[in-house]
Nanobody, 125 residues
Framework: QVQLVESGGGFVQAGDSLRLSCAAS????????TGWFRQVPGKEREFVAA????????IYADSVKGRFTISRDNAKNTVYLQMNSLKPDDTAVYFC??????????????????WGQGTQVTVSS
């Protein structure tokens, strides 16, 4: 069994930064990719970023490229999402998830087996 716990969300002004954390516990060794998704009420959950287990591959949604950085510390079993230059459109609940599948499916939520409970990010204009 795997547990994922997100933290670091909050209420910020446009242009500010936040760093989200996703702490994993349990049998995570077989999982290839960790991803971040976000969801606004009434909309589909959308892909934000993903990182490989060895951190040699990162993938970003076009909407966050150049502003968000995904990274990981395997010693702490934690994946981070550094979010800079935040915009009101970034307001959402952010979820982390892990997938045993390859990078080619990293943007598909169906590829992920375990999800965290989410952390709210609110960006005021």
């Amino acid at each position: 069994q795997v547990q994922l716990v997100e933290s670091g969300g909050g209420f910020v002004q446009a242009g500010d930064s936040l760093r989200l954390s996703c702490a994993a516990s349990g049998r995570t060794f077989s999982y290839v990719v960790t991803g971040w998704f976000r969801q606004v009420p009434g909309k589909e959950r959308e892909f934000v970023a993903a990182v490989s287990r060895t951190a040699d591959v990162t993938i970003y949604a076009d909407s966050v490229k150049g502003r968000f950085t995904i990274s990981r510390d395997n010693a702490k079993n934690t994946v981070y999402l550094q979010m800079n230059s935040l915009k009101p459109d970034d307001t959402a609940v952010y979820f982390c998830a892990i997938s045993p599948r390859g990078y080619g499916q990293a943007q598909a939520q169906e590829a992920y087996d375990y999800w965290g409970q989410g952390t709210q990010v609110t960006v005021s204009s």
